[in-house]
């Protein structure tokens, strides 16, 4: 009877590292750069010894590494974080702060990951010039990772209890770049630059200095979402911040942005007030307006992105563009002034739209209390109860009729 034919382990492609590998026994071995001379010279070192060793085999499951971790991590939040069918901005801060896990520690066990590695990744982020709170979400997202990883039975939970009881960065107590606060606007930058805005981004601009808005607000705002019932509306917008906390979000809008937002009612109700098309055709000859909107209404999302084509409303990333680049007609940088230096410039002379929201805060302070601005602005650093919301937004109803 002939004997069975032992079949030699394949020389595979770890796709997301781009490193080859080889399974032997059960344990995943990495090779080195795929398809490298190094990397076939130990994979052929290897399946030797195999050989040698009478061709163990092993029943037990392949070890976990890190960047099988990633990989199924990623899988999750891409499903996990969306918002209207779509992947949020999250999901590219997880990329980002596991990048440098991946780089030290792809192919270590992640059974093995504990205090000395997760320090480790610190330290080469606060290397790399990043602020102390920025490090601070990086770790964070590692830390949840791997508690998602303990509630799938992928690691055991002491990885994680272990790596939870380093406590994150202290204000003046490590050597990472504090981010200086963020300050409102100067008035008079505001002024000279509402001007050359597109008038869609110039109302935005001019409502959240009345009514406090996030930049993400104000760009989704619809007619069907506004309640014009009553004296001072009230804006209700479809998603908001802390809409996963199960928190209620609403704005009251005064008069004086009342004015703002009638030339843009008399639409769908569900459609956008704030449109980039309408823009476009404004600044543009209106032949040319007309093809966008020809090539607009037939085009998919991607096609739309990768043409740069305008989207059916602003997105806080495409608001911000519009306001820097009425930043730059306002105060255009001295062409002498190159790379960090030209960046410090416009740091010092430029304003972007979330510090709007500074300078209503300021405002509202100095007129009111502080429970009053916090209910305003929505913030949620202390429990409030439904009681007290209808009391508060009531008051600020009385203000508001005044200022906004």
Known sequence: M??????????????????????????????????????????????????????????????LLIDDLIVQYLKHADHYYRKRGKPTSEVNAIKCSLQELHSLYGSSPAAEFGPTEFKAIRQCLIAKDLTRTTVNG????????FKWAVSETLVNVTVFQTLDCIPSLRKGRSTARENPPVSPAKQEKIDAVLPLLPPPVATMVQLQLLTGM???????????????????????????????????????????????????????????????IEAEIDRRKVKTGAILRSIQSGVTESERVYRRLPGQHYTTASYGRAVKRGCESAFPPPAALKGNERRMWCKRHHWHPHQLRHNFATSLCRASNLELTQKVLGHSSRSMTELYAERDVGMADVFMKEIG
Do not use: N
């Open 214 to 276: 996030r930049s993400g607000e104000v760009t989704q705002m619809r007619p069907c979402d506004i309640d014009q019932s009553g004296e001072i509306w009230r804006y209700k917008p479809e998603s908001h911040k802390t809409a996963h906390h199960g928190k209620r979000r609403i704005i009251p809008i005064g008069p004086r942005a009342q004015q703002l937002l009638h030339p843009y009612l008399d639409r769908e109700s569900t459609a956008f007030l704030f449109c980039p």
């Open 138 to 145: 990086y770790m964070t997202r590692i830390l949840r990772m």
């Open 2 to 63: 002939s004997s069975v034919k032992t079949i030699t382990p394949k020389y595979c492609h770890h796709k997301s590292s781009g490193r080859a590998y080889v399974t032997l026994a059960g344990r995943r071995s990495y090779l080195g750069s795929y398809e490298s001379p190094e990397s076939w010279q130990r994979y052929h070192r290897l399946i030797a010894e195999w050989q040698t060793a009478g061709c163990p085999k092993s029943d037990r499951p392949s070890v």
